[in-house]
T-cell receptor
């Protein structure tokens, strides 16, 4: 069964460093998402991506964040200068639609735990 | 604003007992609602979804959920819990940006 994969499973970085979280969405999916979950809090939407550009983003997704689909398979989230409050579990998801008329499921990866020290 | 609330942080049930996990939503129009499950080290797996039509929806692993507009609820149920059901369960609604709006999750523990 196809699945979304994410690497690494755990990333430790120092404050101020850049990190790149990687995701490989399901191959025939068209919409890609990043969510994060700070320990003890809700899973929060960061950004959605379609047709090689950001389609929606939340207020959390500020200039420190960027996303990219550098090739036909990877989908990355970059944090330019990490802060302590960026420590969280980051989930990638993909779907064949944006939840519109087709209302398809968003398939989630296992997450990357980011720890900023 | 659209929101989803799961009032129970942690629930413990005995194996074989019935289960009900609560979810309340706050939406203007008819919401699209989901239940996801997350086992340790795993991603979020969809159990079931509600878009319209029959208010009782069946999902995988023997789960079902009932949409009750009058109570703004979408509670998840299972008649007989198995030890392998121990996990964290998330209720979510579809937001206006095509994103999912999650509740805080309910951790389910199963006693032998």
């Amino acid at each position: 069964e196809p699945e979304v994969t994410q690497t690494p499973s755990h990333q430790v970085t120092q404050m101020g460093q850049e990190v790149i979280l990687r995701c490989v969405p399901i191959s025939n999916h068209l919409y890609f998402y990043w969510y994060r979950q700070i320990l003890g809090q809700k899973v929060e939407f960061l950004v959605s991506f379609y047709n090689n550009e950001i389609s929606e983003k939340s207020e959390i997704f500020d200039d420190q964040f960027s996303v990219e689909r550098p090739d036909g398979s990877n989908f990355t989230l970059k944090i330019r200068s990490t802060k302590l409050e960026d420590s969280a579990m980051y989930f990638c998801a993909s779907s064949t639609s944006s939840g519109g008329p087709y209302r398809d499921e968003q398939y989630f990866g296992p997450g990357t735990r980011l720890t900023v020290t | 604003a659209q929101s989803v609330t799961q009032p129970d942080i942690h629930i413990t049930v005995s194996e074989g007992a019935s289960l009900e996990l609560r979810c309340n939503y706050s939406y203007g129009a008819t919401p699209y609602l989901f239940w996801y499950v997350q086992s340790p080290g795993q991603g979020l797996q969809l159990l079931l979804k509600y878009f319209s039509g029959d208010t009782l929806v069946q999902g995988i692993k023997g789960f079902e959920a009932e949409f009750k507009r009058s109570q703004s609820s979408f509670n998840l149920r299972k008649p007989s819990v198995h030890w392998s059901d121990a996990a964290e369960y998330f209720c979510a609604g579809l937001g206006s940006q095509g994103n999912l709006i999650f509740g805080k999750g309910t951790k389910l523990s199963v006693k032998p």
